[in-house]
C-alpha cells in the first residue's frame, strides 16, 4: 500500500521537525516547507492528499496558500493550525479553504487523528464521485474541474463542472431544467434560468469538437445529453 503524502507547513523549525518526524514515524511521507511561496511549489511538485498549513508564514500567509490550493486542486483536504484563536480567525480558515482547525499547542495524536478522518471522509466521497468521467473522446476529471481533449486541458468553472457533472449523472436521459436549477442554484427563478442557458451554452462550446456528444435541448421540458 503506498503512503500518504503530507504538504506541511511550518516556519517555526523546532516545531517543523518534531511534527515532521512524529508524522514520519506514523508511515506518512512528509513534504515540509517554511514559506507561503516554496509550499506552493511543494504542492504543485508532489500533489499531496493533504496539506496541514500554519497561517502565520513568511512571504505569503496560510489564507491565502489555502485559496490557491483549492483552485489548484479542489477536494484536497487542509487542516490549520495555528496559535490565532479568536473566532474571526477560525471562520477566515474555513472561508479560505480549510477542512479543519487545530489550535497551537496541539497533541501529535489530536493532529494524526484529525488527519486520518479528513482522509477517510475524501475516500468516501471519492467513491461516490468518480475521480475521472469518459465523455466521448474527451476525460472529464471531477475533482479537478479540468475537460481534456487530446492534448488540450480546459479549466472549468465550478459551476460549470457540477453542470457537466449533472449532466454526465443522466446521460442519454431527458433532465428538466427545474431539476438542474434546483440542484445548482437551490431555485429555478428567472434570473438563474437565464444563467442556466449562458452555461450551456458554454459547455457546448467546450464539447463541440466531439460531434458524438449533444446537449439537445427539449423545449419546455429541459435536456437530453447524448453521448455516441
Partial sequence: MSKTNIL????EPFLGRIVKESLESR???????????QALATFREVQP??????IMLPIKDGYTLASEIRQLKPSVPIIFVT???????????????????LRKPFSMEELIVRIT????????????ARESLTIGEYEFSVSRYELKYKDRVKKLSHREASLLKQLCENKNTTISRKDILLELWGDDSFFN??????YITKLRDYLK???????????GIGYHFTVG
Fill in 8 to 11: 506541511y507547513v511550518e516556519d
Fill in 27 to 37: 508511515d506518512f511521507v512528509v513534504h515540509m516547507a517554511t514559506d507561503g511561496k
Fill in 83 to 101: 496559535a490565532k484563536t479568536q473566532t474571526e480567525d477560525v471562520l477566515k480558515g474555513f472561508e479560505s479553504g480549510g477542512n479543519d482547525y
Fill in 117 to 128: 478522518n479528513l482522509l477517510n471522509m475524501t475516500q468516501q466521497k471519492n467513491t461516490h
Fill in 193 to 198: 434560468s437565464r444563467n442556466l442557458d449562458v
Fill in 209 to 219: 469538437d466531439d460531434p458524438s456528444v449533444q446537449i439537445i435541448t427539449i423545449k
Fill in 49 to 54: 492528499e493533504i496539506c496541514v498549513l500554519d
